[in-house]
């Protein structure tokens, strides 16, 4: 069973960046489609930005541009690099973990984007 842990997140000035860590234990990423979701307060969890086993990556429109997810599976580390941030980029960012079937969350972390 992997265990999922975010870090990184924190406050920032809108256009400000922050980089997202997700560092995994107990399984490797190796061969796993790993993902960012968010989830702003009252609404549903929302997938952002997802990378492939071999690479390929995926992204909601409105982060296009501004977020790049990559991994390094030597560090069984995925992250999210997030730039030029608004205020609507508030949320919860969740790191999570595909393989087949099983879905694996992590605990989190609170990104707030306001002046």
């Known amino acids: 069973q992997v265990q999922l842990v975010e870090s990184g997140g924190g406050s920032v000035q809108p256009g400000g960046s922050l980089r997202l860590s997700c560092a995994a234990s107990g399984s490797s990423i190796s061969t796993a489609t790993m993902g960012w979701s968010r989830q702003h307060p009252v609404e549903h969890r929302q997938l952002v930005a997802a990378?492939?086993?071999?690479?390929?990556?995926d992204y909601i429109d409105s982060v296009k541009g501004r977020f790049t997810i990559s991994r390094d599976n030597a560090k069984n580390t995925v992250y999210l690099e997030m730039n030029s941030l608004e205020p609507e980029d508030t949320a919860v960012y969740y790191c999570n973990h595909l393989t087949g079937a099983q879905l694996t969350w992590g605990q989190g972390t609170q990104v707030t984007v306001s002046s």
């Open positions: 990378i492939t086993p071999d690479g390929r990556t």
